[in-house]
C-alpha cells in the first residue's frame, strides 16, 4: 500500500493572515462618492445609526481611512464585496 503526499507552499503573508483570529474592514476616504452615500451605505449595510455613520464619513474624510466593522476574515470579504459594489473603496486589514 503507498501512501502519496502532495505539498503545497504558501507565502508567508498567507500564514500570518491565516493565524489572525480578528480582521477590519477599512473604509478609504476617495474623490467619489458624496458624504450622503457613505452615510447611507453605513446605515443600511452595517446598522450604524445615522450620528454614528456621520462620524464615520467625517472620519475618512479628515484621516484618510477608518476601520468600520471587526470580524472573521470571510465575514470581512462579504461586506467589502457589498460596500464595493456600492462603490465604495474599502479593503480587509
Same mark, same amino acid.
Given at each position: /500500500?503507498?501512501?502519496?503526499?502532495?505539498?503545497?507552499? =504558501?507565502?508567508?503573508?498567507?500564514?500570518?493572515?491565516?493565524? #489572525?483570529?480578528? !480582521? +477590519?474592514?477599512?473604509? $478609504? %476616504?476617495?474623490?467619489?462618492?458624496? =458624504?450622503? !452615500?457613505?452615510? $447611507?451605505? /453605513?446605515? +443600511?449595510?452595517?446598522?450604524?445609526?445615522? &450620528?454614528? &455613520?456621520? #462620524? *464615520? &464619513?467625517?472620519?475618512? !474624510? %479628515?484621516?484618510?481611512?477608518? &476601520?468600520?466593522?471587526?470580524? @472573521?476574515?470571510?465575514?470581512?470579504?462579504?461586506? +467589502?464585496? *457589498?460596500?464595493?459594489?456600492?462603490?465604495?473603496?474599502? @479593503?480587509?486589514?
Amino acid at each position: /500500500m503507498s501512501t502519496e503526499t502532495k505539498e503545497e507552499t =504558501f507565502t508567508l503573508e498567507e500564514i500570518l493572515t491565516s493565524l #489572525k483570529t480578528v !480582521h +477590519r474592514l477599512i473604509l $478609504w %476616504n476617495d474623490d467619489v462618492n458624496t =458624504f450622503d !452615500h457613505v452615510i $447611507w451605505c /453605513m446605515m +443600511r449595510y452595517l446598522d450604524y445609526n445615522e &450620528a454614528q &455613520a456621520e #462620524k *464615520i &464619513a467625517w472620519e475618512v !474624510h %479628515n484621516k484618510g481611512k477608518c &476601520a468600520v466593522l471587526e470580524g @472573521s476574515f470571510t465575514e470581512m470579504e462579504v461586506y +467589502r464585496k *457589498i460596500l464595493q459594489q456600492e462603490g465604495l473603496t474599502v @479593503s480587509v486589514d
